[in-house]
């Protein structure tokens, strides 16, 4: 990790932290003790597979990416401060955990659904921080 980044803070400080490459980012879940289901964020209040409190579960770190399911190009900001156009799409994070991510590819035409894409560190050196964005898992690379 370079010592730009160190520096740096996640924009979403309890959803993601920086994994040790220093360019990928690792999410937190938290793990159901009731059923052993994963919940995202870890800080939910409850699970999202059986409703148990996770007042109690523990806190997993895995790397952050899924399957994409699907993906749109966002012609608007959805939110102040977001570039537009955009690409948003729906990823599977873990087993019934699906999330909205912003897609860090310039066109749909590097997307296909149901590909691997994994998340990475979009650097705002500006603001201190950054945040997540998602790029395509290339087929025979290393994960």
Do not use: W
């Amino acid at each position: 990790m370079t010592d730009s980044k160190t520096s740096l803070k996640p924009l979403q400080p309890t959803l993601y932290e920086l994994a040790e490459d220093g360019h990928s980012l690792n999410f937190f879940f938290a793990q159901c003790s009731a059923c052993g289901g994963l919940s995202f964020p870890a800080n939910a209040p409850g699970c999202t597979h059986c409703g148990e409190p996770l007042s109690k579960a523990q806190r997993i770190t895995r790397p952050g990416g899924g399957e994409l399911l699907e993906f749109v190009t966002l012609h608007v900001p959805l939110l102040p401060g977001m570039a537009a156009p955009s690409i948003a799409g729906d990823i599977r994070i873990a087993p019934g955990i699906v999330e909205e991510g912003v897609m860090a590819v310039a066109d749909e035409s590097a997307l296909k659904h149901g590909m691997t894409v994994r998340a990475i560190a979009e650097v705002r050196p500006e603001e201190g921080v950054y945040a997540c964005r998602f790029v395509p898992v290339n087929e025979g690379a290393a994960q």
